[in-house]
């Protein structure tokens, strides 16, 4: 089944920088975009951008343009997301989510989730 | 960027009850309306997209309508595994943006 397999739990000081993985399996990994979302402690869900695991080519959300990478190894169908210049506002779990491809046009929904990582930045 | 409102932020229901979450686009998203249900420490799963295609295995009990800015997920029967929090989110441009979240708990 399509599974989306994260790294583990992250402590980072800030003003350093953290690179998250995202393994996926059971599907065809080059046609489908992988994005990421985070989640603060107790709160609601945001966006960051996404990656065409087949060209590479990225959308960042623009509050995180010029800090945020995101990169594919497809010979082994994992997609990195990396955060520079942490603070401890970006203290979260960090999910990867594939694209559910129905046909939108646009962007497609999120499924499945990966398990989540979580990044606590402190001094 | 597109803001989603939900209302209300949290509600108590009892088993059987019909509940209604409601969310709002701050412009026309046409159908492009996603919700999602997140269980505590688990991540989110997608339960309807379209705004009102159910995703595969979600039971039928669980019904989207809207489309432009205003939008209903309806749970017509509410079932004791259906606590947890329910987010929509807008798929019509980036960045993708979703609501805040209605928290759902049984009463």
């Known amino acids: 089944q399509v599974q989306l397999m994260q790294s583990g739990a992250e402590v980072k000081k800030p003003g350093a920088s953290v690179k998250v993985s995202c393994k996926a399996s059971?599907?065809?990994?080059?046609?489908?975009?992988i994005n990421w979302v985070r989640q603060a402690f107790g709160q609601g869900l945001e966006w960051m951008g996404g990656?065409?695991?087949?060209?590479?080519?990225?959308v960042y959300a623009e509050r995180f343009q010029g800090r945020l990478t995101m990169t594919r190894n497809t010979s082994i169908t994992t997609v990195y997301m990396e955060l520079s210049s942490l603070t401890s506002d970006d203290t979260a779990v960090y999910y990867c989510?594939?694209?559910?491809?129905?046909?939108?046009?646009?962007?497609?929904?999120?499924?499945?989730w990966g398990q989540g990582t979580l990044v606590t930045v402190s001094s | 960027d597109i803001q989603m409102t939900q209302s209300p932020s949290s509600l108590s229901a009892s088993v059987g009850d019909r509940v209604t979450i409601t969310c709002r686009a701050s412009?026309?998203?046409?159908?492009?309306l996603n919700w999602y249900q997140q269980k505590p420490g688990k991540a989110p799963e997608l339960l309807m997209y379209?705004?009102?295609t159910l995703q595969s295995g979600v039971p039928s009990r669980f019904s989207g309508s809207g489309s432009g800015t205003d939008f209903t997920l309806t749970i017509s029967g509410l079932q004791p595994e259906d606590f947890g929090t329910y987010y929509c989110?807008?798929?019509?441009?980036?960045?993708?943006?979703f609501g805040q979240g209605t928290k759902v708990e049984i009463k």
């Open positions: 989510a594939r694209e559910y491809f129905y046909g939108s046009g646009t962007y497609e929904p999120f499924d499945p």
């Open positions: 379209a705004a009102s």
């Open positions: 989110q807008q798929n019509y441009r980036a960045p993708l943006t």
């Open positions: 059971g599907y065809s990994f080059t046609r489908h975009d």
């Open positions: 412009q026309n998203i046409n159908s492009y």
């Open positions: 990656l065409d695991p087949n060209s590479g080519t990225t």
